[in-house]
């Protein structure tokens, strides 16, 4: 589905290409919280501010300090929410609840449950090329010059929280 048809919700978000090598780029975003811009954030643990670089594809029109906006269909967030967050909680509590009764204690059906998380991370981890093909941001150039530019499909590679 194209994220420009009106029958899907878009995330976007603006940025900043930081680096190019070959055919990838690293983009840096920097997420806010609502009053970051707040006199006096300094004082309060709500506005907080964090830098996330994304690494995509590049077709070759990408280059250094260049500005975009990336965008996102709002299911693929939805997808990282499930597998990150949904799943690994069941996993944990029905670990806990299946092995109460079997191992006797529950402190040991506890660690059990958190130990569950292992493989599962693991099995995440050696699946990765499916999201890495599956999750598509659309970028679309900012500056004057790139204007005339048509937006066109990348793929995320990879994705690291830089503080």
């Known amino acids: 589905m194209n994220p420009t048809d ?21 983009v840096q975003i920097v997420q806010t919280s609502a009053c970051a811009s707040c006199h006096i954030k300094a004082v309060c643990a709500a506005g907080d501010t ?12 990408l280059a ?24 690994p909680l069941i996993v944990v509590v029905g670990t ?3 092995l109460r009764g079997v191992l006797g204690s529950e ?10 998380l292992a493989p599962y991370y693991g099995v995440l981890y050696l699946t990765r090329d ?14 004057r010059e790139a204007a005339a530019l048509t937006p066109y499909s990348i793929q995320a590679l990879h994705k690291e929280g830089v503080q």
């Not at 499916?130 to 500056?143: A, G, Q």
């Open 107 to 116: 402190e040991l059906a506890g660690l059990a449950g958190l130990a569950a």
């Open 130 to 143: 499916y999201f890495i093909k599956t999750i598509r941001f659309d970028v679309h150039p900012l500056s």
């Open 6 to 26: 009106n029958q899907c919700r878009v995330v976007s978000q603006n940025g900043r290409v930081t680096s190019v090598r070959g055919d990838v780029a690293d």
């Open 64 to 87: 250094p300090g260049m500005s975009v906006r990336l965008d996102m269909e709002e299911r693929y967030g939805w997808l990282g929410v499930l597998f990150a967050f949904v799943l």
């Open 96 to 98: 806990l609840f299946g």
């Open 50 to 61: 964090s830098t996330k670089t994304v690494r995509v594809s590049n077709p070759g029109s």
